[in-house]
Every structure is written in C-alpha cells, then in structure tokens.
C-alpha cells in the first residue's frame, strides 16, 4: 500500500528542500531530492530505493535510482549545506 505523496508533505518540508535548490541543477533532480528525503524520513522499517518508491505516489524505481547513482549532484555539498543550516539554527536558539 502506497502511504505517502510529495503533495501532501507538510509546507515546512518544501521550505527546507528549497535551501539545497541551487546545488541541484535540473527540476528532475530536485523533485527526486524531494523524494528522497521524504523517503528517508518516512515510516518504512527498510530504507532502500525499492521500498521508498513502493510506498509513495508518484515516486517511480527508477527515477529515483537513477538521481542517486547517475544524476550529476554532490553528495558533500548537499552535506556540507545540511550542516551549514543545523549549525544556524542551533545559534539562533
């Protein structure tokens, strides 16, 4: 059973996933970067690409597969961000 679509992710999670935007250069990539992420923090007891697309809507294998083993994107930097944003949102707390 499919449990969740990227339409009815909360708005909050679209305002983090615009943060790493510019280090993703097609459309494509950041709708699988969205996928992904959603993926990953979804309630799956597996997280691998069959199961992540399995249980979304509109979230296909292989497009999924493809941005996380050919699509031209830099894990570090996507990192490197992500730390950049904790790291600012700890000061300002």
């Known amino acids: 059973m499919r ?3 990227p339409a009815a992710m909360p ?3 679209d305002k983090w996933c615009k943060r790493f935007d510019d280090l993703l250069r097609t459309k494509a990539q950041k709708r699988e970067f969205r996928n992904y992420l959603g993926g990953l923090l979804g309630e799956s007891e597996r ?3 069959f ?3 399995r249980d979304a809507v509109e979230v296909t294998y292989h497009k999924l ?3 996380l083993t ?3 994107w830099s894990a570090d930097q996507i990192n490197e961000r992500r730390l950049s944003v904790m790291n600012k949102c700890n000061q300002t707390q």
């Open 3 to 5: 449990e969740t679509t």
């Open 11 to 13: 708005p909050c999670f």
């Open 47 to 49: 997280k691998n690409v």
């Open 51 to 53: 199961q992540m697309a």
């Open 65 to 67: 597969h493809h941005f």
């Open 70 to 72: 050919d699509a031209p």
